[in-house]
């Protein structure tokens, strides 16, 4: 996924608690192919109830744009609820694997910048290391953006998950 040029302001996250099934989920990406709307990032993953699943959805939008989603969201069979998390608090996170190539600099640069980001090392090659990042999509994307000078051979990434932040309080949160 490359770094989309949009406002900040203008990407939502939408948890919407669904039926597990897969015509579900295609219905709800059906919406966004038909409609024209901008996805970045979809994930889902069966939920703790028996029976039921979630889908993450990040996408870019002014309020209107976004609600007339969520209205679509609504309206196909299955779906339980859609939350906007965009405003709320929220814990939200991704992961990605990064493989890098050791040959512009050595291993321990790549494993400094690793350690600066909290990633782990999960696979060494003579030529390559492979790291594993989680956090939220800024971090992710700044850790690649740091990595890139140095050769980034293949990248997967996982989208966001997000759920509402139950603790409402003014403590600081990681």
């Known amino acids: 996924m490359e770094s989309i040029n949009v406002r900040k302001d203008s990407r939502h996250t939408l948890s919407v608690l669904v039926k597990h099934n897969l015509n579900t989920f295609s219905r709800i990406?059906?919406?966004f192919s038909g409609k024209g709307f901008e996805l970045e990032s979809v994930t889902f993953a069966a939920e703790a109830e028996p029976g039921?699943?979630?889908?993450?959805?990040?996408?870019?939008g002014d309020e209107k744009t976004v609600e007339q989603i969520t209205k679509h969201l609504h309206n196909?069979?299955?779906v339980s609820k859609v939350t906007d998390l965009t405003h709320k608090k929220c814990i939200e996170r991704e992961l990605a694997i990064v493989k890098v190539?050791?040959?512009?600099?050595?291993?321990?640069?790549?494993?400094l910048i690793a350690q600066a980001f909290k990633a782990k090392v999960i696979d060494i090659t003579s030529d390559k290391l492979a790291l594993e990042v989680t956090g939220n999509t800024d971090k992710v994307d700044a850790m690649i953006g740091v990595l890139k000078p140095y050769g980034i051979t293949e990248m997967s990434r996982t989208g966001s998950v997000a759920l509402k932040r139950e603790f409402q309080g003014t403590?600081?949160?990681a």
């Open 76 to 78: 196909v069979i299955d």
């Open 52 to 60: 039921m699943a979630r889908i993450t959805i990040t996408t870019f």
């Open 29 to 31: 990406l059906g919406i």
């Open 101 to 111: 190539s050791t040959a512009k600099a050595g291993r321990p640069e790549i494993m």
């Open 171 to 173: 403590a600081h949160h």
